[in-house]
């Protein structure tokens, strides 16, 4: 019973990603493309896959059908292994736990599982390890399930040290002596009430905050779904199993980041491509799964460089790009200056280096002579020669017809094409 053949993966992967827009006007939160060449979905399915936890399910609802595709290219298992990936989407169903018979969608991470109850039945296992669709970290989940049966637990969470600073804005787990969880607090900001959720003292991160990864024996996700209908697991099932259940605290001290919003996501995107990044992507123990792709290695040309990180079948010419991501397929054409931004690249060639001009003088990808800072340019983009972006100061919000500002960041939407010598700043 306790083996990791024993346990389903149950990722959350239709989330409107509304933080996230206009990254998600056309495609799902976990299908958003990171660090050049991956996608998010591609970080939790790599640790389930690392860990040794092959039966992984992925809950999908809004734009899923390019998350789909990706999934369903990239993660399947030959004959002789026992595991699979697959897809659970939203549907219409008499689902277990429906009193609409079944005829809305997911409104939450709980209800998500909770209509998918039918299928995980079929799954016949006696675990279930719940995770987010959206996180950046390295987890060996095998730890953490050893460390459940070890306690006997009913539902273990995987917890992280938090400063006093960082606590009001998560929900923070007290932990006894015993590395049970005693109480919940969601976003605690009353002194008094911070005081009471202290887990470790004399530390500069006395808080446990809730990652979001959740192992339950799955008869007691059953009761606690079953019973009633609320909706998300954080906010609702985690306290109430606090109160009702023997709930553990998992310690976990690496990286870990959510990436949930448009800053959280340009951040943590340059900060791979730095000298010394807090999330590597180089482990060669423990790697980050892709789609695979059968691209040339890049091509550079008398280009000034630094801070910089380059996904595959790129030609970049006469260019100087400091601190940034260069996305699979780009093309950067002569006399260009990119500072900390974001180009996702391409999904095709498309008028590759010929100068082939649509009929509105635009080429894919990046044109001569640009000037960009601070921006996301996502991906079969084309930007007018002579184009000029600067970022806004931060907390300024804007929506117009070809660029949107989040937080001071200027995203430049998927597929657009934006005119010669546009220019795009703070007034």
Known sequence: MKSLDNILAVVMGGGEGSRLYPLTKERAKPAVPIAGKYRLIDIPISNCINSGVFKIAVLTQYNSVSLHRHISQTYFFDAFHTGWVQIWAAEQTWAAGNTDKGQSWYTGTADAVRKQINEIKSARVPFVLVLAGDHLYRMDYSKMAKFHWEKNADVTVAVQPVSREDAPRLGILKRDHDERIVRFAEKPKEPSLLEQMVSRKESERPFFGSMGIYLFNTEVLFEMLEKNNKEDFGRDIIPQCVEEKQVYGYEYNGFWADVGTIRAFYDIN??????????????????????????????????????????????????????????????????????????????????????????????????????????????????????????????????????????????????????????????
């Open 270 to 427: 340059l900060e791979i491509a730095s000298k010394n990044p807090p999330f590597s992507l180089i482990d060669e123990g423990w790697p980050i799964y892709t789609h695979p792709r059968y691209l040339p290695g890049s091509q550079i040309e008398e280009c000034k460089m630094n801070g910089v990180l380059i996904a595959e079948g790129c030609w970049i010419q006469e260019s100087d790009i400091r601190d940034s991501i260069i996305g699979l397929r780009s093309q950067i054409r002569a006399g260009t200056k990119i500072r900390r931004s974001i180009i996702m690249g391409a999904d095709y060639y498309g008028f590759f280096r010929r100068g082939d001009e649509d009929d509105q003088g635009l080429v894919l990808g990046i044109g001569k002579d640009c000037d960009i800072e601070g921006a996301i340019i996502d991906k079969n983009s084309s930007i007018g020669p002579k184009t000029t972006i600067r970022p806004f100061p931060r907390g300024v919000d804007k929506d117009e017809d070809l660029y949107v500002v989040r937080d001071g960041i200027v995203v430049i939407p998927k597929g657009t094409r934006l005119p010669s010598e546009t220019r795009i700043a703070p007034d």
